[in-house]
C-alpha cells in the first residue's frame, strides 16, 4: 500500500519536469504527506497538463460515514463501482520523492523504511481522482520491497505519462499494462526513525538512514 510519501522538489522543477502549463501554489518541501493531507497532482484539463491541489483519499461513494479511500488496488481499479468512473475519466499522476512502508514485527511497533529511485530522482505515481481528491492506485510488490510490505504504488515512468493521462474513455482498458510492480532494480529501501509515524513530524531528517535498534529479549534465571 501506500500510506505516506514525501515531496521535495520545487514547483519550478515539477512544472518542468512534467511539462505542466499550470502550477498550483503549494507548500513544499513536505517530508510527510499523510492521508485527507493536500498534495500537488499531475492531471491533464482541457488539453493541458496542470498540477493543481487536492485531497489525499477519495470519498467513500455509497458510504461517506467510512474512511476516505486512500488506495486502489491495480487489479480492481478498472471495474470496482468506488474506482471506475475516475479511473476511466480522472487519471492523474502524483510526484513524490520518496514513500513509507512499515514492516510488520511480532509484538512490536512496525519498523518504518523509506523508498526512493536507485537515483534519488522525483518519481511518479499513478492515482485517480475526483474533482477535489485522489487515491493512489497500489499492486503487487516487487522482489526488492516484499520483505517490507506485500504492496507498493504503481510507478510510470516518463515514457508512460502522456499516455496515462490522455487515453480517451474507449481505449482505457489498454492502460492495464501499466498496471505492474517496478523493476526489481528501480527502488532502494532503507530503516527510518519511528518519528515518521507522528504526522506533525516534517523535517528532512525524516528520510535519514538509522540502524535498527535490536529487540532485547529476557531470559529466565530458572
Known sequence: MCGRYALIQSSEDLAALFEC?????????????APTQSAPVVCQTAGERRMVMMRWGLSNVGNIERAPLINARAETVADKPSFRQAFRRG???VPADAFYEWRKQSGAEGE?????RQDRCPFAMAAVRDRVSFTIVTTEANKTLRPYHHRMPVIIDEAGWASWLETPE???????EFLVSAPDDFMEAWPISKRINRVAEDDPALLERVVPQPVLRQTSLF
Open 91 to 93: 487519471r492523474c499522476l
Open 21 to 33: 502549463k499550470g502550477v498550483a501554489t503549494h507548500n513544499i518541501p513536505q517530508y510527510n504527506i
Open 170 to 176: 474507449s481505449e482505457v482498458l489498454s492502460l492495464r
Open 112 to 116: 518504518p523504511f523509506a523508498v526512493a
